[in-house]
């Protein structure tokens, strides 16, 4: 034990006469915890380089509001004569092309029209034969013309007639399309059964919720303006007819509305008759109209008819 003692004494002693020594004897567990840190700080990097809080990112959603749409009837086509590519049909389609197209696809069909900026994915390149969603016959442009495709900026142009959305496909497929396919007699049946192209069809008016809602307010609005109108006329005046009105109504402008809504009754007085007694207690009335005379009911028939 004592040489242990001496030994250890010698080295402390050395260690005071060469500090330095003490760097190298610590050294290795130094350059050990270093590197644990070290991979320590590699292993939190993305957690460290991560942005904790969201970006302010621009709202770039936008509602497209619908227009409002007559009613309309569709005529019927020959779709075997339609899948010709006439100079007519042709001619027809540049036009078309050119005012609803050559914005996103471009003037060569490239998709680098001046609205294709942006768009994900970018509009359909023309001259290229691979990515075609429903391809390039005409039957599959027509559908896409019909349906537009969900997922994208193309939208459906089924405004268009059937001649129009033929030839458009025409146009496009002869100007743009190296080698189009052609499309079977029953590829064209197909098409034809399924938008009933041969037959005549009614297509019913589209009115936007926005636009309905605006024109069921505007309508109801002007009614209860006339409404509250007609009962401010009737209570200052002093006639016969309003005398007797004033006397049957427990609810003037529920009688009003009533009168307002329906217009058969002016066609005579019985039809006035059974309207006001078929719904008393509900349209305004009171139980005293059952005891008004002939010739009260044709006083107050007459002045209701000439007020409203």
């Known amino acids: 034990m004592s040489d242990f003692q ?16 003490i760097f190298g004897l ?18 939190n990097l993305g ?24 009613p309309r009837t569709v005529a019927a086509v020959n779709v075997m004569e339609l899948s010709e590519p006439t100079d007519e049909l042709l001619s027809k389609g540049k036009g078309l092309y050119e005012s609803n197209c050559a914005s996103c696809h471009g003037v060569d069909g490239k998709g680098d029209g001046p609205a294709s900026q942006g768009l994900n994915p970018p509009p359909r390149n023309y001259t290229v034969k691979q990515g075609w969603v429903n391809g390039q016959k005409i039957s599959q442009i027509y559908e896409t013309l019909e349906n537009g495709i969900n997922g994208t900026a193309m939208r ?4 268009l007639s059937p001649e129009d959305k033929f030839a458009l496909a025409h146009y496009i497929r002869k100007t743009f399309v190296p080698i189009p396919p052609m499309d079977s007699k029953s590829d064209l049946q197909n098409l ?25 307010i505007k309508e109801n609005s002007n009614k209860v303006n006339k409404v509250k109108e007609a009962v401010k006329e009737i209570s200052e005046d002093k006639s016969d007819g309003a005398v007797i009105f ?14 307002i809504n ?11 008759v059974d309207l ?33």
Request: glycine share 4%.
């Open 192 to 216: 034809d059964q399924t938008y009933n192209l041969s037959k005549e069809r009614k297509v019913p008016g589209q009115i936007p919720v926005e636009a309905a809602m605006d024109l069921i």
């Open 262 to 272: 329906s217009s058969d009754w002016k066609q005579n007085k019985n039809k006035f």
């Open 276 to 308: 006001v007694v078929d719904n008393v207690n509900q349209d305004g009335f009171n139980d005293k109209i059952f005891f008004l005379s002939d010739s009260q009911w044709n006083v107050l028939y007459n002045y209701m008819s000439k007020f409203l």
């Open 246 to 259: 004033k006397k049957v109504t427990k609810n003037p402008e529920a009688a009003i509305i009533s009168l």
């Open 26 to 43: 610590l050294y290795p567990y130094i350059f050990i915890v270093i590197l644990i840190l070290g991979l320590i700080y590699m292993s």
């Open 6 to 21: 001496d030994n250890l004494k010698d080295k402390i002693r050395d260690l005071k006469q060469n500090p330095g020594g």
């Open 47 to 70: 957690e460290i380089a991560r942005q904790t809080i969201p970006p302010n990112l621009p709202d770039t959603t936008s509602s497209k509001q619908l227009k409002i749409e007559e």
């Open 156 to 159: 459906s142009f089924d405004y």
